[in-house]
């Protein structure tokens, strides 16, 4: 599977960005996906997943009420919603795929497969 993210930019605080992540392949379905983020000189951290089916969902704490996960699976597409931004979203976001069949989503070794970041600033 490869994996293309889009959608980063510059907003100010309280706006909003949509990322996408295109898969590549037939079986995107059968992952579940999730999106990390980096920010210069911190370790990646988990944003938010979803099931392979999208039934199930799962944010951090530190996103939950202004994120939302997505995922179209006839377009091979994962969709982050960001809203109300704050300048401590700043970072590089990152899509990943998962064979985990599970409800733990939250650490990177769960996934197998990365796309590149796609940067987001959000300045006060």
């Known amino acids: 599977v490869q994996l293309q993210a889009s959608g980063g930019g510059l907003v100010q605080a309280g706006g909003s960005l949509r990322l996408s992540c295109a898969a590549s392949g037939r079986t995107f379905s059968s992952f579940a996906m999730g999106w990390f983020r980096q920010a210069p000189g911190k370790e990646r951290e988990f944003v938010a997943a979803i099931s392979w089916s999208g039934s199930s969902t799962y944010y951090a704490d530190s996103v939950k009420g202004r994120f939302s996960i997505s995922r179209d699976n006839a377009k091979n597409t994962v969709y982050l919603q960001m809203n109300s931004l704050k300048p401590e979203d700043t970072a590089a976001y990152y899509c990943?795929?998962?064979?985990?069949?599970?409800?733990?989503?939250?650490?990177?070794?769960?996934?197998?497969?990365w796309g590149q970041g796609t940067l987001v600033t959000v300045s006060s």
């Open positions: 990943a795929a998962s064979r985990y069949r599970g409800t733990d989503y939250f650490g990177a070794q769960k996934y197998d497969y």
